[in-house]
């Protein structure tokens, strides 16, 4: 039975097993583990944790919930892009994407940042252009930037709570980079 199973999507799997991992041992240390090496914050630039927070931020979750919520919508929609676009490129998107949303809030907030949901609408706007057509903008493009980012907006405009909208659109923002940017498919 075992041998019928495939991995089929290695980076977005092996993404969401470490992410896993990450949050049992964040509750083995009371979030300690998770607030050490997996939440990017301000720090001296001469701490080396420094620099493994600033991509394993998003391998940090606060909790089951919010694991869920993110690695529904990863696999979802990551087997399809690391289908589309490959394994290395898959890698590559969400180094980049996790690096250029840590220092974002280090340089803008003064808060804690955890969580895989800058990845999500990277992988969000990514999706929109899988069938893109040479010289054209997808729809689903446009009505994705329009539902999810403009959401992100007013949220981030009117409601106080602890989600980092500005995260969510950075992911995005990346998302709509890479997706325009054909030389991702590597």
Known sequence: MIKRIKYN?????????????????GYITRMESTYLLFSVYRSGLTDFFFYIRLFGHVLGHADLEHFFNNFLIILLI?????????????VIMILITAAVTGIIN??????????ASGIVFMMILLGSFVNIERGRIPLTFILVVVIFIGREVVEGLFVQDNVSQL????????????????RWNI
Do not use: D, Q
């Open 9 to 25: 999507s290695p980076v977005v799997l092996t993404f969401t097993f470490l992410s896993f991992l990450v949050l049992i041992l």
């Open 78 to 90: 990551g087997p399809m892009l690391e289908e589309k676009y490959g394994s290395k490129s898959m």
């Open 106 to 115: 280090v340089l803008f907030f003064n808060t804690i940042l955890l969580g």
């Open 167 to 182: 995260t969510h659109i950075v992911g995005g923002i990346c998302g709509a980079f890479f997706g325009f940017n054909k």
